[in-house]
């Protein structure tokens, strides 16, 4: 329960931008997946492939349980129980071409550091607090990111970003 059951906020900003973006054929990589909810969402709208990538081996758990309650077949997807950050490494980034991202702020920063994405298209990032608004404007912008969409819920921001591809 306490790894997304979709009714969190921003789990729920991500999910109902997602309706809107062409999953046909595409590989996403869901970031801090939790219990797995938004990638196993993509798999439903369309979506090729999908890692989960989560730090925590108890929402791994979940995420397990996910796939398997949602049909997920073998070939669609990958669970990483690695840190992001630090593990970056081990998966191909190289074969994404959107990212589901719902981390706190911090980590979405350190993400943006040090991990390099090549051909990711679009970012959907959520689980940033509404008054961290201008300090994650500034921080994309320096990156040269564009930021095309902005949205809210309660308390949290929701963004999406164009990728630099
Ligand atoms: C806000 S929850 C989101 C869960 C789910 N994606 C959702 O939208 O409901 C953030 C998740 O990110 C994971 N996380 C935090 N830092 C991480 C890191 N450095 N690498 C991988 N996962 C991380 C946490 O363990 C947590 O499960």
Redesign the pocket.
């Known amino acids: 329960m306490g ?4 009714h ?1 906020p ?2 729920r900003l ?1 999910m109902e931008n997602m309706v809107d973006i062409d999953f046909k054929d595409k590989n996403v990589i ?10 196993a969402l993509a798999v439903k709208l369309g979506a090729k492939y999908v890692a989960f ?4 081996p108890m ?1 791994i758990e979940s995420c397990e349980e996910t796939v398997e309650l949602n049909g997920l077949k073998k070939n669609e997807y990958d669970i990483y129980n ?5 593990d970056y490494k081990k998966i191909d980034l190289s074969i994404f071409d959107l990212a ?1 991202i ?3 702020y911090d ?1 979405v920063e ?2 943006f550091n040090v991990v390099n994405f090549d051909n990711i298209s679009y970012y959907l990032i ?2 940033i607090l509404r008054n961290k608004k201008e300090d994650i404007k500034k921080f994309f912008n320096k990156k040269g990111y564009e930021i095309i969409k902005e949205d809210y819920l309660d308390d949290w921001l929701f963004i999406k970003i164009r990728g630099k591809i």
């Open positions: 790894f997304g059951t979709g969190h921003t789990t991500v869901d970031i801090g997946c939790g219990s797995g909810i938004l990638g990538v989560e730090i925590d929402a690695i840190d992001i950050v630090q589901l719902n981390i706190t980590v350190e993400i959520s689980g």
